[in-house]
Structures are given as structure tokens and as C-alpha cells.
């Protein structure tokens, strides 16, 4: 038998070869996608109540002056809840990205899987019995409460015979998420804090202040940075465990570190805009069908899909009935149960 | 030389034990394959020496060295491993799921260098995928996949492979051809190969040595002619098999065969 490097010189050259690996189509989603990201964050300020021209908007963020009613209204009250948008897009869909894959099951997505459901229902439990508790512990209280949730889901869901499927992990998770949304509401009835509670139920990025963001930001830059540096085992983990392990990779590990960037991304963002669902559960897919299989490019991609689609529906929430809002995560479920519906029709088979 | 030793070992899932105290030496440059009926322990062992499986109770041995203790990345660069039951996910090409058998050479973010590339190509080339190097994965035959995953244990440029039924899914050609492959790899770059087969006449074959199972217990160990024998598999199969030569390799082989009649 000839050398290696002999036969393959027979086949091909290397530069035929390059051809093969074509990140160009991702590299055109993702600068698209930040292209197309920043126009609709821009025309997300410039629509509302009061209307603001594009040019306003910019010179308000570029030439801020405090005189001007329509830049306090653009500083103060549209910028954030915009820029609260796009991270909690991003968060969702870089989670659904990283559960898809670590588990190789297709409908996995935070909201899907009881994490939202667990998010919520510790907010709930924290406005009982430490009203007023500052948002910084707030977020930390958030990503506890999605542990929780996952927790429950993998713990009833592994109780049923013939372990694990994809399918059973989403009725684990519908019954879970459930029965948290259901002891959320109690606690709102009986400590009689609805009104407080009520946006999170809803979902809306409407309350979003700048001190917010400040604090969501840096965990979401590090799990994002996370994320991305995940990517490459991610997609050897998608490719099965035990083809992973035969490859040399440290599974446990790499699922540890996944599973703690997962809740931190799944809890900031329901601690922002509630228990939305199916970002996770669409963006992945869309890029993914886009893109390929790899996840060094899905993450990225999904980091701006992401936030793009819920700009969007965050826009879409407050044009469809002003001056009232449509509730966002009703906006979103309203493509993603549909969505879901396609996956589930499809057997949920293992991706 | 033994290459592989596995000293003692028990291992299992959760709450039962399948194999229990198995000792059996792999030699090094040689194509060893392990028969035996459903459930006894053929792929559970494969799976301790691959360490997907935990042993719970002594060791294996790579080199002398126990495997868990050895690197993970270091033992993917001299083991690879085919599973019984490899599924890509969708909308993967040929050519980017063997690339992943470099992920052991690579560091960081896994760019494919020039080698790497020798090595994708050549394992796609032998394995006579080279037409299909574009599509789809999913859009193949179920013996074509098949043949996906080998080349990507290929691509792995590994000197042991360990192969979970590798003929599953393939027709009589191409179950020929991939064991003629996995000869030819063994024959002229002298790798040691390990494989669990059903077909006992293939296994007979083209093994130089052979381990029989049983209820997770090793029955019988060595050459073909050693363990194809009809008391043998009466003890391994319960059957009652009428053995002749093979016209092609010599080895005894399987010319037809009854269930046996006692009962046990």
C-alpha cells in the first residue's frame, strides 16, 4: 500500500481540496445578519409612540444632547429595552444552539426543556419574600431557578422506561414547565404580587433599564465567549458520545461546561423578558439549514439571528395594536408552535 | 506481543454487570474478533476498552498502561474506535464527517493542515467513497454510511482500530470489501485491529485469532482453527454446526448448523 500522501496526491490537489470547506456562505450570513441586526435595532427606536426620524436616532446616539426630548426618549427608554432585545435573542438561541447539540436531540430549547419554566418560577418565589431585591441578585436567583427546572425535567424524564428520548424530555418538560407555571401564579395570588409578575408571564423587554443591561452584560459576554469557545467540541458531541470519547474528547467535561453556559444564558435572559420560547428552538434550525453542521459557525450566527428575530418581534409587539403592546413571547410562539409542530412531525429523530 | 491486556475487568451499566471478571490479551499486529450470541458482552467489552464504559473492577491496559489513567487525546491518537450504532447528524458531507476523525491531531480550533488533509482523502479514497465525497451524509445508503464511519476511524491514522460489527447494514460484497480493507491494513501497515463480527465464517476468515463469549465470560480463546470448532460453538451458540474448510483462506468455517436439541 502507498503512503498516504501519495494516494491522495493521485485524487486531488490540496487547493481542489480547500473547496470543500466553504465557510464563506456563514461569513455571509453573519455580516448580513449584524448588517441587517443594526438596521432594525435603529428602526426599532425610530418607531413608537413618538415618532423619531432615523437621523434623529442616530445623531442621538453619536451626538447625544440632553436638551432634545426625543434623544432622552431614545436614551432613556427605547435604546435599552432594544439593546435588551437583541442580547435576550441572542441568549436564547446561543442556549437551544448549545442544548441541541450537546444532547443531539432537535427539540431541545430552553423554554421547551423547563429551564424558562424554573427561571420564572424562582423570580416569582424572590418578589414573595425578598421584594425589592436588587436585580444583581435577581439574575443569579434566575440562573438557580433554570438549573432547577432542567433538573426536574431530566429527573422525571429519566424515571420513564427506555430512558431518554427527545420526545419524552418535551412532555418532561410541558408537564414540569406546567406545574412551575402553575406554583408561580399561586405565589403571585397569594403574596399578591401579579401586577410585578405580570410582564414576565407576558414577556417583554419593555422594562428594560440601562443598569440592566450593565449588569446582564458581562455574563452574557463571558458565556457567549463560552460558547464559542465550545463550538468545535460541540460539534464533535453532536456527532454521538461515544464517537466523541473514541476521538479523544473529554465528554463530561465539555457537557459540564455547556450545561453552566446554558443556564447562565437561559437564566439572564427570562430574568429580562420572562419565560419567551421557541428562539432557542428556531434560530438554531434556520442556521443550521443555512450553514451545515458546524457549530464554530452556528454559534456565531445563531448570536446574531437571534437577537435579530427578537428585535424584531420586540418592533412587531408594539406596531401591531398601538399604543399597546402585544405580548412578545405570544408574537414568537405564534411562528414557533408551528415550528415545533414541523420538528415533532418529523419523529423528533436525533439530529 | 500483546498490545492491548485487559486484566480482570467487570463492567456494566448502572445497576447490572455484564462482563465479570474477563482477562484476555490482544496481540499486537494481529486481527483479533470476538464472537458470541446477543447480549453477552461483545460490545459491552469493546466499549471498557474504548472507555466509553467505566470498568469497575480491574483494568485495561495499553502498553502496560492503564488506559484511564492514560491521556484521552494521546489514546485517540492510537486507538480509534468505530460504535456499533453511529449516527451523523443531518446535512453533513462525506468529506467534513471523516475530517473529524483529526480532531485527536489537532489543537485549538481545529484548522486541517496539509496532513490532515492526506490523511481525509486517503481514508476516503479506500474506502471507495471518493464520488460521494460532497453529499450528504444522510442522503447515502445505510452501507455507504457505514463506510463513512470507517474511513472517518481511518482518517484517525490510528494503529489500533476497534470495530463494533463493521459488516452491519453492508451486502455480501460489501461486507467483503470492507474486511478485505481492514486486511490489507493489517497485512501492510501492520495495524492491530479488533472487531466483533456475527458472521462467524468471516470471522474464521480473516482472524488470526479469535475470543469466544459467553454470558460474559470468556469461553474460548486462539486461532480459528482453535475456536471454530463444533464443540465450541455448541457450548457458545447452543447449536449444532457441521464445520468444512474455507476454499479461500483454509480457516474452518460454518457449513451449516442446527439448533441443538438438547435442552438446557
Partial sequence: MSTPAEESAEIETLEEIKKHSHPLIAIVILFGGMTALLFAIGLSISLGAADIKLATVWTAVFNFNPEITSHQIIRDIRMPRVLGAAMVGSCFAVAGALMQGMTRNPLADSGLLGLNAGASFMLALCFAFFPGLPYMYLIMFSFLGAGLGVLIVYGVGSLSRGGLTPIRLVLAGAAVSALLGALSEGIALYFQIGQDLAFWYAGGVSGTKWINLQIMAPWIIVAMIGAVILSRSITLLSLGEEVAIGLGQKTKTIKLFGMIIVLVLAGTAVSVVGAVGFVGLIVPHLTRFLIGHDYRWIIPCSIVLGGLLVVLADLAARMINPPYETPIGALIALIGVPFFLYLARKGGKEL | ?264
Fill in chain 2, 1 to 264: 506481543m500483546t498490545v492491548l491486556t485487559i486484566d480482570h475487568v467487570a463492567v456494566g451499566y448502572a445497576n447490572s454487570l455484564i462482563v465479570e471478571d474477563l482477562s484476555v490479551s490482544i496481540p499486537k499486529g494481529k486481527i483479533t474478533t470476538i464472537i458470541g450470541p446477543n447480549g453477552c458482552g461483545k460490545s459491552t467489552l469493546l466499549k471498557a476498552i474504548s472507555r466509553v464504559l467505566k470498568t469497575q473492577s480491574g483494568a485495561v491496559y495499553l502498553d502496560g498502561r492503564a488506559i484511564h489513567q492514560l491521556q484521552t487525546k494521546e489514546v485517540a491518537k492510537r486507538m480509534a474506535i468505530l460504535p456499533q450504532s453511529a449516527n451523523a447528524p443531518g446535512g453533513l458531507t462525506v468529506f467534513e464527517l471523516v475530517s473529524y476523525g483529526r480532531f485527536p491531531h489537532q489543537g485549538g480550533f481545529g484548522t486541517l493542515k496539509k496532513e490532515d488533509y492526506e490523511h481525509i482523502n486517503w481514508a476516503i479514497f479506500v474506502t471507495g467513497l471518493n464520488e460521494f465525497k460532497d453529499r450528504s451524509v444522510e442522503a447515502l445508503s445505510g452501507g455507504q454510511r457505514q463506510r463513512v464511519w470507517i474511513a472517518m476511524a481511518l482518517a484517525q491514522g490510528t494503529e489500533i482500530l476497534i470495530l463494533d460489527e463493521p459488516t452491519t447494514y453492508l451486502d455480501l460484497a460489501h461486507q467483503l470489501e470492507v474486511l478485505i480493507l481492514l486486511q490489507r491494513l493489517n497485512e501492510e501497515e501492520g495495524r492491530t485491529i479488533v472487531m466483533v463480527l456475527h458472521d462467524l465464517n468471516h470471522a474464521s476468515r480473516f482472524s488470526h485469532n479469535m475470543i469466544s463469549m459467553k454470558n460474559g465470560t470468556l469461553i474460548k480463546e486462539g486461532s480459528p482453527e482453535e475456536v471454530m470448532t463444533c464443540l465450541n460453538l455448541q457450548s457458545v451458540f447452543n447449536i449444532d454446526a457441521r464445520m468444512t474448510t474455507c476454499p479461500f483462506s483454509k480457516n474452518p468455517i460454518c457449513l451449516s448448523y442446527q439448533l441443538n436439541q438438547k435442552n438446557e
